[in-house]
């Protein structure tokens, strides 16, 4: 399609879903350096693959080879991070601390 032919509001939703793909690695990176997501797993994409292979009756491990295919075998999936565990704990750890006026020795 040309752009004559693409509406203002159809280039804008394009151009949010390109720059929401291109960013996505990233915020997903930042997320769990924070605490908030779980750290990006390289053998899952390599479990989707192996079963992929096998859905079309070929080898995995002519393809992948054998040490792929093993790490795919053995993984398991994570367990996700619950935003709501790490807003509890960080509230805890905030309600510890004393307010300001309770920290000061006050001389009376």
């Known amino acids: 399609m040309c752009m004559n ?6 280039a804008a939703a394009a151009g949010a879903a390109f720059v929401g793909y291109a960013l996505t690695p990233r915020l997903h990176r930042a997320l769990a350096s924070v605490g908030l997501a779980n750290e990006p797993d390289p053998v899952r994409h390599d479990v989707t693959t ?5 859905s079309l ?8 080879g054998a040490d792929v295919v093993a790490a795919a075998a ?10 709501g565990d790490v807003v509890r ?7 510890a601390r004393p307010i300001g006026s309770q920290s000061l020795i006050s001389a009376q």
């Open 50 to 54: 192996v079963s992929f292979l096998r």
């Open 89 to 95: 704990s960080a509230l805890r750890s905030a309600s």
């Open 74 to 83: 053995a993984w398991r999936a994570p367990q996700p991070v619950r935003v």
């Open 57 to 64: 009756d070929l080898d995995p491990v002519e393809i992948l």
């Open 5 to 10: 032919c693409l509406s203002t509001a159809e």
